[in-house]
């Protein structure tokens, strides 16, 4: 009797671990839609400014709950494109950024974001409500970055936008910079450009 005392007490205390052990993740990885999602550069110098876009060609969001928890957004950098110029001085616009001056396009085709972490930031309703922080990889070279999004979890659903400046000098895109040449004057282009991202992810 004495036995079978302590077995249904060990069997009661199993159940109860398990019960009360650690719930399951409920994360769920979504893929990005490359139709939906948007990325938009701009760039200025001493004498002007230039705008373009540039593909979101794929990627995954990872979700628990109505929580992001991580994900991968890819950028094809052969997609690169300028929307304020057209004709020859477009073609050599392009040409510069696709070249080892600039993105390297023939070595480097893509662009990545891997998410890190993504904290709350209190009382932002209707602004930014998410701090991330994230791996950006641009020519083969990863640097940690930080930046405040838009995130909005919907059931099925992932829409994130996103306002980044980057400086491109620590990515080995030196050329007109007055960071590191002398005496370049009005040729001189600014150490940061800005890319204003949308991604939408779904099932």
Partial sequence: MKKT??????????????????????????????TKS????????????????????GGTIIVDGTKLVGGTIEMDMTSIENTDMQ?????????H?????????????KATLVIKKAEVIKDKKGAENMNITADLTIKGITKEITFPAIVVVKKGEVTANADLNIDRTKYDIKYGSKSFFEGIGDKA???EFNIKVRVVAVK
């Fill in 189 to 191: 282009i600014n150490d």
């Fill in 38 to 57: 948007t990325a938009k550069w701009h760039a200025e110098k001493v004498t002007g400014k230039h705008d373009g876009t540039v593909k979101v060609s």
């Fill in 5 to 34: 005392m302590i077995i249904l007490a060990f069997a009661t205390m199993g159940l109860s671990v398990f019960a009360n052990g650690p719930k399951a993740s409920k994360s769920e990885t979504l893929k990005v839609d490359a």
């Fill in 87 to 95: 004709g020859e001085y477009h073609d050599k616009l392009i040409g």
């Fill in 97 to 109: 950024l696709k070249s080892d001056d600039f993105f390297s396009v023939a070595n480097h085709p």
